[in-house]
Every structure is written in C-alpha cells, then in structure tokens.
C-alpha cells in the first residue's frame, strides 16, 4: 500500500509540472505567446528527487507547498472562463490527489507503536 501512495503522489507531482507549463505556455495563456506564469511549475521540482527516492522529510514539506497550487486551481476554476477554468478544475483535483496521497504515505511510514515493522528504536535508559 505505500508504494501505491508513493507513487500516486509521484505521478500527481510530475502531471502538475506539465499541466503547469502546458497551460501558461500553449493551452490558456494569460498572454498569447505564453507567459512567465509558467515557472510556477518550477518549485514543483525541488521534492520531486526526493519523492522519487522515497524520502520521507520530501513528502512532509512538500504538502505544505501543494497547498498554494489547490488555491491557485480553486481560484481559476471559479473566476476563469473557457478552457483556463477547465485547467483550473483539473489543477484543484491533482493538488487534491497528491494531498491526500502524501498524508497517507506520511501516515503509513510513521516511525510509531502502530506500525512495529518502522518502529524507531529506543535506547533503554
């Protein structure tokens, strides 16, 4: 099961890096021609090598950050017109997969009594 959520999380992360750079660039550019609002796609890019690895501290921060991109889809899905609110319906969903799918690899490797095979161990005092 982790590895199913490691890797929802992974491919929700890469779709919103080209979702992101597709729509600013070709799809519903703010300008035509495109516009700089595609590098918003570049802070997707620092946890993905540590998604990748299966980095635990990667998928922690990383959820803070997936934040600002539900908000940014919720945003356009409701004031967008067009193909953009489109994107924007689609944005909100993969930012809401890759939420929900990295708290529950979070959950999954916590280091705790719960789940004995991840148990940090304790020094005897």
């Known amino acids: 099961m982790i ?7 992974v491919f929700a992360c890469i779709a ?10 070709w799809l519903a550019p703010l300008r035509p021609g495109g516009s700089w609002l595609m590098l918003k796609a570049l802070p997707l890019l620092l946890p993905l090598p540590g998604l990748l ?7 922690q921060w990383s959820s803070m950050l997936i934040l600002i991109y539900v908000c940014e889809g919720l945003v ?4 967008d017109a067009g193909l953009s609110q ?3 319906v689609v944005e909100t969903i993969l930012a809401t997969v890759y939420f929900v ?3 529950a690899f979070c959950y999954a490797t916590r280091p705790s009594l719960t789940n004995p095979e991840l148990k940090r161990s304790r020094k005897k005092r």
Not at 3 to 9: F, G, H
Not at 16 to 25: D, G, K, P, Q, T
Not at 76 to 79: E, G, I, L, P, Q
């Open 3 to 9: 590895r199913r959520y490691r890797w929802v999380a």
């Open 16 to 25: 919103l890096i080209v979702l992101s750079f597709a729509w600013e660039r």
């Open 53 to 59: 690895k299966g980095k635990r501290y990667a998928y």
């Open 76 to 79: 356009r899905a409701t004031s």
């Open 86 to 88: 489109i994107l924007g």
């Open 101 to 103: 799918s990295v708290l």
